[in-house]
Each structure stands twice: as C-alpha cells, then as structure tokens.
C-alpha cells in the first residue's frame, strides 16, 4: 500500500536554515502537504504542493518536490525556537481525498 | 480555512465505556473525516463520515466499534464504543476544503486516556 517515510527528529540552531526530508511511494499522489503539530495540540496545514510543481515558496517555507524520486522536502528559513514541533508529511492520491501521513519529524531549536 | 471545533477536549474514561466526540464546523462541508493519532504515532484514517448515509471505514476500523454520526453538513460524532486501555490516542476530525484540491483541515483534537 502507499507508504510515507520521514525521518523521526531533527534539530538546528536559532536562525539556521532548518530541511526536512520526505519520501512516499505512491507514484499517483496528486497533492503532498505538510503539517505542523506543537505539543498538546492539533494540525496546522503549512503548505501543499500540486504533483505538476517543482517548487513552491511561502514566506520563510519553501517546498521542493522531486516526482522521479518521489521525494518532499520543507525548508525552513531562519529558524525559530517557536518553529520547534513535528512535522508531518502527508500525501493524497485518491478522489475520496483521504491522507496519508508519514510518522513526523520532530524538529527542536536551540537557543 | 473552515474553523474546526471537538469535543470534549480531553477525557479520562474506564474501560469497557462508550465516548461520543463531536466535532463542528463554522461552514457547510463535503468531505468530513475522523483520524486517531496513538502515542508518538503517526495519523491514521477511521473512516469518511458522509452526510445522509453510514460512514465508510478504512481496513481495520468497524462500525460496531467506531459508529458515525453525520446529520448534516456541518456537524459529525465519533463513538468509541466498549474502550479498552488500547484506544487511548488522540481523535482528530478534519474536514476538506472546498475548491482547494484535496486539502483538509484539522480540528484540535479530543485527547482520550482509558484506564
């Protein structure tokens, strides 16, 4: 079935440019998203880009998509404390529109 | 973005009891669903709650267990039925924005703790 792989943790310094990596599996996923989750508390949609973009820029959050390698990548520039949280990758495929989401990659900033 | 609401927002709960957890939201919308996250996992799909017929559940998840409420467009429950310790997680209820492809939202999420 789809698959979502993440890596599970992270951490930069405050003010460093901060990349997390995403692979999936499903070669027919139309939409990829990612979601910010701080503790205690629910998902944030991020960003989401379409299957036919390389590339997508909002603000300090700049999505890459690789379609060949089937590889997501969200960076985040000049990191904050306030940015630490998990981030989930997510991918969507069929019309009903469900997610599948990766485990999360638990990003922590040091001062 | 359409404004997601649950509860109750947490609750402790004993085994072999029945939760309802509902979730509003401030427009009317097509696509709802309902997700568990359990500890340090992941999100997974429980099942579509469609507006005017029974839910359809993903592989592993039953209506006996997780019955569906879906009344009208913009209100949903989630009944986790008989609990057991193993249905501790955190249940989300997202809702799919209209005219921005397959993009949900995602409510705050009812944290349950069965003992």
């Known amino acids: 079935g789809e698959d979502v792989e993440q890596s599970l943790f992270l951490s930069v310094r405050e003010g460093d440019s901060s990349v997390i990596n995403c692979t999936y599996t499903d070669s027919s996923s139309t939409y990829l998203y990612w979601y910010k989750q701080e503790p205690g508390a629910g998902l944030q949609l991020l960003t989401y880009i379409f299957s036919n973009m390389d590339m997508k820029q909002d603000q300090r959050l700049t999505v890459l998509l690789n379609k060949k390698d089937k590889h997501l990548s969200l960076r985040i520039a000049d990191t904050q404390t306030g940015d630490s949280a998990i981030y989930f990758c997510?991918?969507?495929?069929?019309?009903?529109?469900?997610?599948?989401f990766g485990k999360g990659t638990k990003l922590s900033v040091k001062p | 973005s359409a404004v997601i609401s649950q509860k109750p927002s947490r609750d402790i709960c004993q085994r072999g009891t029945s939760l309802t957890i509902q979730c509003q939201v401030d427009s009317q919308v097509t696509m709802m669903f309902w997700y568990r996250q359990q500890p340090g996992q992941s999100l997974t799909l429980i099942a579509t709650?469609?507006?005017?017929?029974?839910?359809?559940?993903e592989s592993g998840f039953v209506i006996d267990k997780f019955p569906i409420s879906r009344p009208n467009l913009t209100f949903s429950t989630l009944t986790v039925s008989n609990m057991s310790p193993e249905d501790s997680s955190i249940y989300l209820c997202?809702?799919?924005?209209?005219?921005?492809?397959?993009?949900?939202?995602f409510g705050p999420g009812t944290r349950l703790l069965v003992l």
């Open positions: 709650a469609n507006q005017g017929s029974e839910a359809t559940y």
């Open positions: 997510a991918e969507s495929s069929r019309s009903q529109g469900n997610l599948i």
């Open positions: 997202s809702v799919g924005a209209e005219g921005a492809g397959e993009t949900q939202y």
